[in-house]
């Protein structure tokens, strides 16, 4: 090590790229050194220092890395520091923390399945696109080259630094029974909330109907979304048009429809695409299945139509406020003979994509528009949409997907849905269209525009503390892997039935037909009170904290898996007794939580709580025997009780820690805010 210190301070009189390449020595000199855990430059303080510096940015090169926080730590001057590292290494802090997180990111290449977008962001860099260009200047090529190019000499690193990069993720990994995690509230990055920008409000007949209309407002007001997603635009219902003639079109409803959200300050995302209305019991079980859509009669009726709506909305309603919206060219590949936007005998989706591309492009440029959406298990499909697009200039400005945890087979020319036994279902899917963009060179937005854990709309667990904790969980492992991600429904509305006579009837929606609010309504509304900075984030739980404050928001959990005999029947859980008996147990488990580097003083830690006993519907509901006649005052005594339970305590940091320990149930999730007496 001394050699590659030495190498650092003789600079006088050598080439640039003589001298990238000691750098490159040095860098992976001190790398190397942190990794195996050996000493080196033991013989003064400033050695020390540099085992810190070095140390520092080994573990925190996944975060935020500053040398303004370590000099604090030391107690030291940050520019006393930055001449030491520049001293002993021959390069600025700055740098080096680009070489050792490009170090980490080829090791990934070499060594892991994962994507670039992965890879950059467990190594430090905001996106691909800035990784790939630090890349390129010390490796002259992209990650996705240089990967290639590895597999090719079929080289990979070597077993001790394979087996050490193990050993210390198995270190960081949870152990709740004996050792607590330890957070370190000086070591942040920024926290991207995905899941309340977008909701799922179903065709945009539902919006002149006073009960969406109500609980649209409710969703937007009470969980911040600023979206709401519609589609079936020129429906029957809508009466715009006959599909047969260009012309004489009728805009009353549609009107009504978006003047609604308009005057609410909601912003549409206008799915153009056409599906049936529709509920299912479970996959391949249809409840009822009814076509609302118009059948456009050929392509020139098609595009006379689409051109005369974008018009229209944009006399209406203004440039200004039009461009903020987000539009969708969906796919709709299970319906996919049905739902063509016109008849042809030569349809082709990505054709039809790009004519209606150019026609919103053509009047409003700088418009949002993306696509195809049901992509998740047509790997073929989406390849060949995104080199068709970058073809053909109507690149889209994000990719949307449809996201269920379900695969397919195909069989006799019929393709066939089961539940999946993946546990890591839509961590893989993310993954693997992630590899496609990267393979396509296309680096744009990914929107999970519907996602729940069923596609029934009559599953009682939609109903359960199951589907809080699930989406919780999952939401918190993919926070890195999608720009957007929306639940499939904002209500349980949309899905109406004759059936639908009890409070609840296992339907989708966020919140039921007479707005109780669902577990999940209150996992997300936990959720929205995280705080702007992120300190951590594992299978457990998510730690947080709010920008220039002593104020720490955590989120802690404990999602149990159901039985594989589930898995086996394909959704049928068609009564509210049936939920309890598909789990296996009902064990606690314990978080232990250390907050360190905090300010020393009194702190207030107030819980929320949801579980079986605190906000579920399902087992408020079972106090009643599951009644199905229930009166007014039932509904709306279920409606106040159905709500997280809230406490508060106080406690004292000591030597910088607050120590917290978090008892969870199976399914329950607790909110934690920490702070200070005398925070503000």
């Not at 597999?151 to 077993?159: L, V």
């Not at 589609?231 to 009107?255: A, E, L, P, R």
């Not at 030569?346 to 004519?355: A, I, L, N, V, W």
């Not at 990914?446 to 919780?472: G, H, K, P, Q």
Request: contains cysteine.
């Amino acid at each position: 090590m001394e050699n590659w210190i030495q190498i650092g301070n003789n600079q006088k009189n050598k080439t640039d790229r003589f001298r990238e390449t000691e750098r490159s020595y040095i860098v992976q000199g001190l790398v190397s050194v942190w990794i195996t855990g050996k000493g080196f430059l033991q013989t003064n303080s400033d050695d020390v220092r540099m085992r810190q510096i070095v140390k520092y940015v080994g573990e925190n090169r996944q975060n935020h890395v500053s040398l303004s926080e370590l000099a604090d730590e030391l107690f030291t001057a940050t520019s006393t520091l930055s001449r030491l590292f520049q001293r002993q290494t021959g390069m600025k802090f700055a740098e080096f923390v680009n070489r050792v997180r490009i170090y980490f990111a080829a090791e990934d290449l070499m060594t892991t399945s994962k994507t670039v977008t992965k890879i950059a962001v467990d190594n430090g860099f905001s996106n691909a696109s800035v990784m790939n260009r630090v890349f390129r200047q010390y490796y002259q090529c992209t990650p996705v080259e240089y990967r290639e190019k590895k597999k090719e000499e079929k080289e990979c690193t070597t077993p001790t630094k394979k087996e050490n990069r193990d050993k210390r993720n198995k270190n960081k990994s949870l152990d709740t029974e004996n050792s607590a995690i330890e957070v370190n509230v000086r070591r942040k990055s920024k926290l991207t909330k995905i899941w309340n920008q977008v909701v799922n409000i179903g065709s945009v007949y539902n919006l002149t109907l006073a009960n969406l209309q109500y609980h649209t407002i409710y969703l937007t007001e009470t969980l911040g979304f600023s979206y709401v997603r519609i589609w079936n635009v020129f429906s029957k219902k809508m009466m715009i048009t006959d599909g047969k003639t260009q012309g004489n079109y009728n805009y009353d409803m549609i009107d009504l429809a978006l003047d609604f959200l308009v005057s609410h300050h909601i912003k549409p995302f206008v799915d153009l695409g056409r599906r049936p209305d529709t509920a299912l019991s479970s996959m391949g079980n249809t409840l009822y299945f009814e076509e609302e859509c118009i059948v456009f009669q050929s392509k020139d009726i098609w595009i006379a139509m689409l051109k005369d709506f974008i018009h229209h909305i944009i006399k209406r309603y203004g440039k200004e406020e039009v461009v903020q919206w987000k539009f969708e060219l969906s796919s709709d590949i299970v319906h996919f003979a049905r739902n063509q936007y016109y008849i042809d005998k030569e349809y082709d989706y990505k054709e039809c994509y790009r004519s209606s591309y150019q026609v919103i492009k053509k009047a409003l440029p700088d418009a949002c528009v993306g696509g195809p959406s049901d992509v998740t298990n047509d790997v073929k499909f989406l390849h060949e949409y995104l080199q068709y697009s970058k073809e053909n200039n109507c690149l889209p400005e994000f990719i949307s997907i449809l996201l269920f945890p379900y695969d397919s087979s195909r069989k006799d020319g019929k393709v066939n849905y089961y539940r999946t036994q993946s546990e890591n279902y839509e961590y893989e899917k993310l993954q693997s269209i992630h590899q496609i963009m990267e393979e396509g060179e296309v680096d744009i937005p990914l929107y999970v525009v519907e996602w729940n854990s069923s596609i029934s709309n009559r599953n009682f667990l939609n109903d359960s503390c199951f589907r809080a904790s699930y989406i919780t969980k999952k939401i918190i492992e993919i926070l890195s892997m999608a720009d957007m991600v929306c639940l499939w429904m904002g209500s349980d509305w949309v899905s109406n039935y004759f059936d639908m006579k009890r409070i609840a009837n296992g339907g989708s929606g966020l919140i039921t037909k007479d707005t109780i609010r669902k577990p999940v309504y209150f996992a997300l509304q936990f959720l929205n009170q995280l705080g702007e900075e992120l300190l951590l984030h594992n299978e457990e739980l998510i730690v947080t904290k709010e920008i220039g404050k002593d104020v720490y928001h955590i989120i802690g959990f404990h999602y149990q898996r159901y039985e594989d005999t589930y898995v086996v029947a394909n959704d049928p859980i068609d009564s509210p007794e049936k939920v309890e008996k598909i789990f296996l147990t009902n064990q606690e488990c314990n978080i232990d939580l250390v907050l360190k580097n905090v300010v020393d003083g009194n702190y207030t830690i107030t819980s929320n709580r949801i579980c079986r006993e605190k906000g579920s519907i399902l087992d408020e509901w079972k106090k009643f025997q599951y009644e199905e006649t229930l009166t007014n005052e039932d509904i709306k005594y279920l409606r106040e009780i159905t709500q997280p339970e809230r406490r508060m305590e106080g406690v004292m940091s000591v030597e910088g820690m607050v120590q917290i320990r978090m008892t969870l149930r199976g399914q329950e999730i607790i909110l934690l805010h920490v702070s200070k007496d005398d925070a503000c």
